[in-house]
């Protein structure tokens, strides 16, 4: 059987087939990890470093560009690499197609609402908005 039996129309006509896709989301996957440790480390520390404070000085501290910058690069990092991982197992492990639609859709949504609002916070409090 050739190559092109096995694909779809769709498949054909844009050239994919099991050597050209499918690394994509892997490789995000593994990026994301590797960025989440040195990310990860530093959360802990700016949030045991917080600990016993005032709010003020919660505040001062969570609005210092270099600790804003650090949070945010964690929440983003976070995010992402969770909104990949809910994709893969959703799309592993859901087999109707409106309900891996539904899926799909709502995964989308609430990493995106947990992202902005997580972001938000972070911003109103760097810029004393």
């Not at 059987?1 to 096995?6: D, R, W």
């Not at 609005?63 to 991982?85: C, D, E, Q, R």
Request: hydrophobic share 55%; aromatic share 10%; proline share 2%.
């Amino acid at each position: 059987m050739k190559q092109n039996q096995i694909l779809t129309p769709m498949r054909r006509v844009r050239g994919l087939g099991a050597g050209h896709s499918g690394t994509h989301h892997f490789w995000h996957q593994r990026i994301t990890s590797v960025a989440a440790i040195p990310l990860t480390i530093a959360a802990i520390i700016i949030a045991i470093s917080l600990l016993g404070r005032s709010h003020a000085a919660v505040v001062q501290i969570l609005g210092s560009p270099l600790v804003a910058i650090v949070m945010l690069l964690f929440i983003i990092n976070t995010t992402y690499h969770m909104w990949i991982g809910l994709q893969e197992i959703i799309v592993d492990y859901v087999h109707e197609d409106k309900l891996k639609l539904a899926c799909l859709m709502g995964n989308t949504f609430f990493v995106f609402a947990i992202t902005f609002a997580s972001a938000f916070a972070i911003l109103k409090l760097s810029f004393g908005v």
